[in-house]
């Protein structure tokens, strides 16, 4: 029974494997797809595990939330969204920081030198609609 999906599987991975020729307003456009490594892709943080994780400060106090992660414009730089003050979601201010300042300790995630203080007093990001 499962003979038919065989030819069907290889007919994908070939795909994949080849330069695919795509029509977009009327021209024809390659895209060339790259080959990553897996295993080292699959040892990163998943997003859906990030987001609403505790973010620390080098001293181990609690300075924010992470709220989202958000890819770039340019499609290249994650940037990590955070909710600081506020009490129980009440009063909390959203801001947006590059995705690489931040680091991961074990399973905490810290932001060197950061305060609450310091992070309130960053331009307050809004979700665009």
Do not use: C, H, W
Request: net charge positive.
């Amino acid at each position: 029974m499962r003979l038919p999906l065989v030819p069907a599987a290889l007919a994908a991975a070939v795909a994949l494997a080849a330069p695919s020729l795509v029509t977009a307003q009327g021209a024809p456009q390659t895209i060339q797809l790259t080959k990553v490594d897996v295993v080292k892709v699959s040892t990163g943080y998943r997003a859906s595990k990030v987001i609403g994780s505790s973010v620390v400060n080098d001293a181990g106090d609690t300075v924010g939330k992470v709220d989202e992660i958000i890819v770039g414009p340019d499609g290249k730089a994650p940037f990590v969204v955070l909710s600081v003050g506020g009490f129980l979601g009440l009063g909390d201010k959203l801001v947006a920081l590059p995705y690489e300042q931040m680091r991961t300790d074990g399973k905490k995630i810290v932001l060197p030198g950061a305060t609450k203080d310091s992070l309130k007093a960053l331009p307050e990001f809004k979700y665009a609609s």
